[in-house]
Each structure stands twice: as structure tokens, then as C-alpha cells.
């Protein structure tokens, strides 16, 4: 797809989706599949990128690091989620909740409940 179409998400695309595991080092509990349809990827001014999809994750725990431009917002389609802060404060999303992951933020990313969800990523 290209960034002049229109689309509609879901339920999910036709295709093969991306298929990854968190990185040894930032591993925190289970060794989840996550499953990526990344359905653009549009340039934006000064050298950032627009990306959205759905995102599939079984249960687990893995540390996570944005970048000082890096932000995401998804929504929750299935399942639950916590989104961990360093200090212990936490945010936890089910059905149809969306949650805002800021510039530079550092964590951890929890599926309590296998999870399905929609996101923008801007970097």
C-alpha cells in the first residue's frame, strides 16, 4: 500500500506476517511469537517515518527503549496489555482502549493476555 490509499484495517490482512521474539537481552518472562502486518511505511518531513498495522503477541514480557523522536499510539482489538514505566507505574489496556507510548520512553511491554492491536508508530 502506498501512503495516497485508502485502506481499512482488519481483521486481519492477507499475507504472510512478520514473525519475531524480544531479544535475549530485554527478555523479562516467556519467549512470545509476535506477528507483524505493517501496512505502510510513508516517509514524513525531516527524515521521519509513519508506519501502522495490526500487531499480534502471545503472552509475555520484554524491556523496551524509545528513541528521543520514536512514539507510538495503538488501540487494543483482543486481549490485554501493561505498559511498565522504569519507576514501577504502569498503564494497562483491554478491548478497545488506546494507550500513548511518549518520545524516549523506557520499560517494559506485558502481554497478560494474548493481544491483538492497531498501531502508529511516528520516528
Do not use: N
Not at 514480557?61 to 482489538?77: D, K, M, Q
Amino acid at each position: 500500500m502506498s501512503e495516497h490509499d485508502l485502506f481499512r484495517f482488519g481483521p486481519l490482512p492477507s499475507g504472510e506476517p512478520e514473525l519475531s521474539r524480544p531479544r535475549r537481552d530485554r527478555r523479562i518472562a516467556g519467549l512470545p511469537l509476535r506477528q507483524t502486518w505493517d501496512l505502510l511505511d510513508a516517509p514524513l518531513q525531516g527524515a521521519r517515518t509513519f508506519s501502522t498495522g495490526l500487531w499480534r503477541c502471545e503472552v509475555g514480557e520484554w524491556a523496551i527503549a524509545f528513541g528521543p523522536t520514536e512514539r507510538e499510539v495503538f488501540t487494543v482489538l483482543e486481549g490485554r496489555c501493561r505498559i511498565r514505566r522504569d519507576d514501577g507505574s504502569h498503564v494497562e489496556a483491554g478491548p478497545g482502549q488506546t494507550i500513548h507510548i511518549p518520545p524516549g520512553f523506557t520499560g517494559s511491554f506485558q502481554v497478560l493476555e494474548a493481544v491483538l492491536k492497531v498501531y502508529v508508530i511516528v520516528e
